[in-house]
T-cell receptor, first 113, second 113 residues
């Protein structure tokens, strides 16, 4: 079975631009969470979506938004990019909303110049 | 504020030696996870610890959990070069009804001859 997939693998943007990252969960998983991992740090929780609704949000500005589609795939959007947004963005999927183990995708490396 | 602290942050080990990585967390959590991350790669799940006194072993790695002390350990036995990676502990979920993980800063392990 395919694991969590993310696209694109790498992305280079300039300050002020907007970016959209995509994630496809493991088949049958209804929950998608997004994490930001800045170089040299642990991942930080951004959002969780379950059954197409936002269920949790981390301490990130409103420039960060996400959505989940009927097929449970998800997009993360970041507007007005800052240099500090450069990071590895990880998507994780799980079967249920709260207690199921999360499985992480390969990540999207975003570089903001 | 919820905190997960790992120590040491950097660990240089000689092959064949034993060592322990410590993970302290500041609030009650249902589960504790250990992940491995190779440079530029995603997170690989190593262990999920569910209850006080839980101990799990896989190869040269053994993880344990003491929920009363809010402490987990990852013990490395007879280290080999292939274990070189960054190891993260994470705790979650928490009250609030969503599947958020809080990660430690990671322990960068280098095993040398």
């Amino acid at each position: 079975d395919a694991g969590v997939t993310q696209s694109p693998t790498h992305l280079i943007k300039t300050r002020g631009q907007q970016v959209t990252l995509r994630c496809s969960p493991i088949s049958g998983h209804k929950s998608v969470s997004w994490y930001q991992q800045v170089l040299g740090q642990g991942p930080q929780f951004i959002f969780q979506y379950y059954e197409k609704e936002e269920r949790g949000r981390g301490n990130f500005p409103d420039r960060f938004s996400a959505r989940q589609f009927p097929n449970y795939s998800s997009e993360l959007n970041v507007n007005a990019l800052l240099l500090g947004d450069s990071a590895l963005y990880l998507c994780a999927s799980s079967w249920d909303r709260v207690f199921d183990e999360q499985f992480f995708g390969p990540g999207t490396r975003l570089t903001v110049l | 504020e919820l905190k997960v602290e790992q120590n040491p942050l950097f660990l240089s080990m000689q092959e064949g030696k034993n060592y322990t990585i410590y993970c302290n967390y500041s609030t009650t959590s249902d589960r504790l996870y250990w992940y491995r991350q190779d440079p530029g790669k995603s997170l690989e799940s190593l262990f999920v610890l569910l209850s006080n006194g839980a101990v799990k072993q896989e190869g040269r790695l053994m993880a344990s959990l003491d929920t009363k002390a809010r402490l987990s350990t990852l013990h490395i036995t007879a280290a080999v070069h292939d274990l070189s990676a960054t190891y993260f502990c994470a705790v979650g979920p928490f009250s609030g009804g969503y599947n958020k993980l809080i990660f430690g800063a990671g322990t960068r392990l280098a095993v040398h001859p």
